[in-house]
């Protein structure tokens, strides 16, 4: 699957605003609703314009992909943290006013389904970036073996000894 195409999968995080309306509604405490409701929409903007500012390109520009993959883990970090510690259990710091009811229809289809798709087409991009970065790595070395393959990492035939300009080989003499 392309990084395009990835990254498109990350413009429906606006759909998490649905944390702040639930938040308006006194369903979700606030501690939690600002940071994933904002970081969903901030990552799924963000995916929108790397998208639109880079169609006629083949390819999204490196920066533009790790802006919206960390955007989009920070996102995910932040949600979990203030979810879990906003959850009644032993877990729970904070003592919000408003009960955290994250688990309850329609905001429990985001965690329990659609974050889980978002770790999923992340995960792929990360590899497939980290792919691409090895082949560039791969690409540069073999270049570098055509141009002198003596020289390349300091790769020698065995037995090549250094010899100075004009001395003559005296082992195979």
Same mark, same amino acid.
Request: charged content about 15%.
């Given at each position: 699957? &392309?990084? =395009?195409?990835?990254?498109? #999968?990350?413009?429906? =995080?606006?759909?998490?605003?649905?944390?702040?309306?639930?938040?308006? =509604?006194? !369903?979700?405490?606030?501690? +939690?609703?600002?940071?994933? @409701?904002?970081? *969903?929409?901030?990552?799924?903007?963000?995916?929108?314009?790397?998208?639109?500012?880079?169609? &006629?390109?083949?390819?999204?520009?490196?920066?533009?992909?790790?802006?919206?993959?960390?955007?989009?883990?920070?996102? +995910?970090?932040?949600?979990? $943290?203030?979810?879990?510690?906003?959850?009644?259990?032993?877990? %729970?710091?904070?003592?919000?006013? /408003?009960?955290?009811?994250?688990?309850? $229809?329609?905001? @429990?289809?985001?965690?329990?389904?659609? /974050?889980?798709?978002?770790?999923? +087409?992340?995960?792929?991009?990360? #590899?497939?970036?980290? %792919?691409?970065?090895? &082949?560039?790595?791969? !690409?540069? &070395?073999?270049?570098?073996?055509? =141009?002198?393959?003596?020289?390349?990492? @300091? !790769?020698?035939?065995?037995?090549?000894?250094? %010899?100075?300009?004009? %001395?003559? *080989?005296? *082992?195979?003499?």
């Amino acid at each position: 699957m &392309s990084q =395009r195409w990835l990254v498109g #999968l990350q413009v429906w =995080r606006v759909i998490e605003g649905l944390f702040l309306i639930e938040m308006a =509604r006194g !369903n979700l405490p606030g501690m +939690f609703a600002y940071p994933a @409701g904002i970081g *969903d929409i901030v990552v799924g903007v963000t995916a929108a314009v790397a998208l639109i500012a880079y169609r &006629s390109r083949a390819q999204l520009p490196r920066a533009a992909l790790l802006t919206v993959l960390v955007l989009g883990v920070a996102d +995910f970090l932040g949600a979990f $943290f203030f979810g879990f510690t906003a959850s009644k259990g032993p877990q %729970q710091l904070f003592f919000p006013e /408003v009960t955290n009811d994250l688990l309850l $229809f329609p905001t @429990g289809m985001i965690p329990l389904f659609l /974050v889980p798709y978002a770790i999923f +087409f992340h995960t792929l991009s990360w #590899l497939s970036l980290r %792919q691409a970065a090895s &082949s560039i790595v791969q !690409n540069r &070395s073999s270049a570098q073996e055509r =141009r002198d393959p003596r020289s390349a990492y @300091g !790769n020698k035939p065995q037995g090549a000894k250094p %010899q100075l300009a004009g %001395q003559l *080989d005296t *082992d195979t003499a």
